[in-house]
């Protein structure tokens, strides 16, 4: 049996924690630069608020209408659900975490208590130690139990936990559910399947295996296989990522190479940091840069470069070096630049880098080993980007004293405080 543990409305789930007051309340969480919604209390949601409006369009279009927003503050909702998933680490055999806000949890040798029961008892005992709420599912298959989760999520009858045990608990439960829901399915496969008539996950699960193989791939085979209660999506095939991207629309324009620098290095920099945590390493560093297309009275402009590195790497040096030589190549006078990004590729384990003579040097190797570990334990410990590169920093507006972070540097008008994070930040009990 495999349980799924998805946080609710996570990042507004997150500021309701420390502001209780917008409990019933409807709250939205925007994007970087407060650009457009990415998060939703059920109260927006059933206001009409959809996942991608501008934020300048709310007032417009829910005019007289009260609604809590927030700046995205990541630093607060990392270190919220990493309590949340420490919680679930100490009560289960196995546990992997797939995203910020969910992971899987195998609970071989689990089978004898009363599962749901369990769940309920688990949702309950995050809510008191964290304050968060999340939704359950339980299934035989993962696939199984990220929509049985939905189920949880869904309807209040199931008290936060949804376990489908029983053939006929999962055909009826596949009956109700949109195949363009369906975890593993995309979004052009759903419109492949729904022109040919099949509407719901029971109408592709009744399908012939063979019929599947020969119309689709392996991936979406595994999905059937799943949804008729055949476990065969291993942990491994979802633990590493194939590419890593990390990429930025700006506050305003950028026309000055400098700042277009700084910018690409903090997004390298994050890039780096990510293929450290899930324990790889990158042999192919790129950049794109581009100018806003809505603005027609503008020149435009768009430009992408890529460098492959001789011997695979996770260094925030080799990382950050690569991608502002691919900047340099692509880097254009006299545009205005509303956006850019970097993307690692060619990821492999960190235990399986294959060398390269030309360039590998151990004592080098080691040496910058040791320096990303001791700043991003620096940074766990104190805070994100107490300390970074140098190439990292922005110049001061007025071009003197220290440069503000990258954290900083975007639009966050709305942030809340760090909460849990920064002792400034600790909540006063009056």
């Known amino acids: 049996m495999f349980a799924i543990i998805d946080c609710d409305n996570c990042f507004v789930s997150c500021e309701r924690v420390f502001r209780p007051d917008l409990n019933g309340k409807p709250v939205v969480v925007l994007s970087n630069n407060d650009g457009c919604v990415v998060a939703r209390s059920n109260e927006a949601k059933a206001m009409g608020i959809k996942a991608g409006t501008p934020y300048y369009q709310l007032k417009e279009l829910f005019p007289g209408q009260e609604i809590a927003v927030f700046s995205s503050n990541y630093e607060l909702y990392i270190d919220m659900t990493d309590r949340v998933m420490s919680l679930i680490r100490k009560e289960v055999p ?16 689990l089978e004898h208590l009363d599962l749901k029961a369990w769940g309920e008892e688990m949702h309950q ?60 399915i995309g979004r052009q496969y759903a419109k492949r399947l729904e022109a040919i008539g099949i509407k719901t996950a029971y109408d592709f699960a009744t399908q012939s295996r063979s019929w599947v193989r020969s119309t689709f791939n392996v991936v979406v085979e595994r999905t059937w296989r799943e949804l008729n209660g055949e476990d065969c999506i291993l942990l491994e095939d979802m633990s590493k990522k194939k590419s890593i991207c990390t990429s930025r629309s700006f506050p305003g324009m950028v026309n000055d190479f400098e700042t277009l620098r700084t910018s690409i290095s903090n997004f390298a920099a994050h890039c780096a940091e990510k293929l450290r945590k899930q324990q790889s390493a990158a042999a192919i ?32 040096q080799d990382i950050v070096q690569c991608a502002l030589r691919c900047t340099k ?81 975007i639009k966050h008008d709305f942030r809340s405080p760090s909460y849990t994070t920064k002792w400034s930040d600790i909540p006063e009990a009056e």
């Open 329 to 409: 190549q692509i880097y254009r006078q006299g545009y205005q630049y509303k956006r850019a990004g970097v993307i690692v590729m060619g990821i492999c384990p960190d235990t399986a880098v294959q060398t390269n003579f030309i360039d590998y040097d151990s004592e080098k190797y080691e040496k910058k080993r040791k320096l990303d570990e001791a700043i991003d334990r620096i940074n766990r410990i104190n805070g994100s980007e107490t300390v970074v590169l140098g190439a990292q920093q922005y110049t001061a507006k007025d071009g003197k004293g220290r440069a503000s972070i990258f954290r900083d540097s």
């Open 94 to 109: 196995e546990f992997y975490r797939y995203s910020i806000d969910e992971g899987f949890c195998m609970l071989k040798g």
């Open 285 to 316: 560093v790129s950049v794109f840069i581009d100018t806003n297309h809505f603005r027609e009275d503008l020149p435009q402009y768009w430009n992408y470069a890529e460098e492959r590195l001789l011997t695979p790497s996770s260094s925030t």
């Open 125 to 184: 005992r995050i809510k008191q130690c964290t304050g968060m709420p999340v939704s359950i599912g339980i299934a035989s298959t993962k696939t199984l139990a990220k929509m049985a989760s939905h189920y949880a999520k869904k309807y209040p009858g199931f008290h936060h936990c949804c376990y489908i045990n029983h053939v006929s608990r999962r055909d009826k439960a596949l009956e109700l559910y949109p195949i363009s829901e369906v975890w593993g």
